[in-house]
């Protein structure tokens, strides 16, 4: 009997499914997450789009500023052939053919089935330093004889799109991360200083933030970025829009903060902690702002989207991006008259990467405040 005892308890404890330790606050988090499967799906595509960004060299089958043919189709893939179907992806070119159609008496476009060109990847391609750095010519995808591959067609001046939309991504991406950073660091910090300290600093400065959120934003965005001469350097420029979306945005962060530290400023621990003499910094920095931290990040996942949006159209209107640098809006440049849509319409991809991006950081935000805040 004193033998068999000791072996069930360790079977006992072998199967029991309770946990034996307890987890920190962020493996809860990830526990609850990782659940959610538009969240999971959501933190798939944005991990995507970062590193295509920052591999943009790799990623793009061509050079986005080579120019080719003017408005070329995009190419057509199959798994068929004249001899019948491959197991391996084939590109036909989008040729003129012999039919004409009947109302515009303008030759038909279709693939160009006597030339099959087989996709293949890691495909030997253009030399390129990859980040500025290693000299590589692989490409993720090409095509085997080593002609032009345009997945999305070309714009007016011959250029890539699927290329360029790559390229956009690392500037579009890189504007809205810097501008988030920024309105989250002063939004934070002004909203927990004016909710913990109150008084009449509190009062005339929540004045000052209804005056920031009282103007009309988009025609003060068209008039600020007015502002600046179209010579000026593309840093000079790109810091100037930066500023701009950032003096307008972070005052609607500040006013949720400051209501979410007004109520943790009346919790009994942070009552407890002013009485036993800490000091405001501590009683900030080690009871308030982990709190707060949750509604934080959830605003930043849920706020990018919103400044990729803003760029897209303030780029669309030629106020964002400047040539020769590459982003979404600046693209969709192409798509103003309502000819080049009907005549082009795969001129209008870029608006399909704004969608990705918009789609991929709205789920990862909506599964973040779920598994942040279950109740």
Same mark, same amino acid.
């Given at each position: +009997?004193?033998?068999?005892?000791?072996? !069930?308890?360790?079977?006992?404890?072998?199967?029991?499914?309770?946990?034996?330790?307890?987890?920190?606050?962020?493996?809860?988090?990830?526990?609850?997450?990782?659940?959610?499967?538009?969240?999971?799906? =959501?933190? !798939?595509?944005?991990?995507?789009?970062?590193?295509?960004?920052?591999? $943009?060299?790799?990623?793009?089958? +061509? %050079?986005?500023?080579?120019?080719?043919?003017?408005?070329?189709?995009?190419?057509?893939?199959?798994?068929?052939?004249?001899? /019948?179907?491959?197991?391996? @992806?084939?590109?036909?070119?989008? *040729?003129?053919?012999?039919?004409? %159609?009947?109302?515009?008496?303008? @030759?038909?476009?279709?693939?160009?089935?006597?030339?099959?060109?087989?996709?293949?990847?890691?495909?030997?391609?253009?030399?390129?330093?990859?980040? =500025?750095?290693?000299? +590589?010519?692989?490409?993720?995808?090409?095509?085997?004889?080593?002609?032009?591959?345009?997945?999305?067609?070309? %714009?007016?001046?011959?250029?890539?799109?699927?290329?360029?939309?790559?390229?956009?991504?690392?500037?579009?991406?890189?504007?809205?991360?810097?501008?988030?950073?920024?309105? !989250?660091?002063?939004?934070?910090?002004?909203?927990?200083?004016?909710?913990?300290? =109150?008084?009449?600093? %509190?009062?005339?400065?929540?004045?000052?933030?209804?005056?920031?959120?009282?103007? @009309?934003?988009?025609?003060?965005?068209?008039?600020?970025?007015?502002?600046?001469?179209?010579? $000026?350097?593309? @840093?000079?420029?790109?810091?100037?829009?930066?500023?701009?979306?950032?003096?307008? /945005?972070?005052?609607?962060?500040?006013?949720?903060?400051?209501?979410?530290?007004?109520?943790?400023?009346?919790?009994?621990?942070?009552?407890?902690?002013?009485?036993?003499?800490?000091?405001?910094?501590?009683?900030? !920095?080690?009871?308030?702002?982990?709190?707060?931290?949750?509604?934080?990040?959830?605003?930043?996942?849920?706020?990018?989207?919103?400044?990729?949006?803003?760029?897209?159209?303030?780029?669309?209107?030629?106020?964002?991006?400047?040539?020769?640098?590459?982003?979404?809006?600046?693209?969709?440049?192409?798509?103003?008259?309502?000819? *080049?849509?009907?005549?082009?319409?795969?001129?209008?991809?870029?608006?399909?990467? *704004?969608?990705?991006?918009?789609?991929?950081?709205?789920?990862?935000?909506? /599964?973040?405040?779920? $598994?942040?805040?279950?109740?």
């Amino acid at each position: +009997m004193t033998q068999t005892a000791p072996q !069930t308890e360790q079977a006992d404890d072998r199967t029991s499914t309770v946990a034996t330790r307890s987890q920190s606050y962020p493996a809860l988090v990830w526990r609850r997450f990782r659940r959610s499967i538009p969240g999971m799906f =959501g933190l !798939t595509l944005v991990c995507l789009l970062l590193l295509s960004a920052i591999f $943009a060299e790799f990623v793009a089958p +061509m %050079d986005p500023n080579e120019p080719t043919v003017s408005f070329a189709p995009p190419d057509h893939i199959s798994f068929e052939t004249k001899d /019948g179907f491959t197991l391996w @992806p084939v590109v036909y070119a989008i *040729v003129e053919t012999d039919q004409l %159609d009947p109302v515009t008496y303008q @030759p038909l476009m279709g693939p160009d089935l006597d030339h099959p060109r087989y996709l293949t990847f890691f495909a030997q391609g253009e030399p390129y330093r990859l980040m =500025g750095l290693i000299p +590589m010519s692989r490409h993720l995808v090409g095509l085997s004889d080593g002609q032009p591959l345009h997945l999305l067609g070309t %714009d007016k001046l011959g250029r890539d799109i699927l290329s360029r939309g790559v390229f956009g991504a690392r500037l579009t991406l890189m504007i809205s991360l810097v501008s988030i950073t920024l309105i !989250t660091v002063i939004g934070t910090l002004l909203g927990i200083t004016s909710g913990y300290i =109150g008084g009449r600093f %509190d009062m005339w400065f929540q004045r000052f933030v209804e005056i920031v959120l009282a103007f @009309p934003q988009l025609p003060l965005y068209l008039t600020l970025t007015t502002l600046i001469p179209p010579t $000026a350097p593309s @840093p000079i420029f790109l810091s100037f829009v930066i500023l701009v979306i950032v003096g307008l /945005g972070w005052a609607q962060l500040s006013r949720e903060v400051r209501s979410k530290t007004m109520a943790m400023a009346r919790v009994d621990y942070v009552r407890a902690a002013v009485a036993v003499g800490a000091s405001d910094g501590r009683i900030i !920095t080690r009871h308030i702002l982990p709190n707060v931290l949750s509604h934080v990040i959830v605003s930043v996942t849920l706020g990018i989207p919103a400044i990729i949006l803003l760029e897209s159209f303030l780029g669309f209107l030629g106020f964002a991006v400047k040539p020769p640098l590459i982003s979404w809006g600046l693209m969709l440049q192409d798509a103003q008259t309502f000819s *080049v849509i009907g005549s082009y319409p795969w001129i209008l991809s870029p608006v399909g990467f *704004v969608l990705l991006a918009v789609f991929a950081f709205n789920a990862l935000g909506d /599964g973040l405040r779920d $598994a942040i805040d279950p109740y």
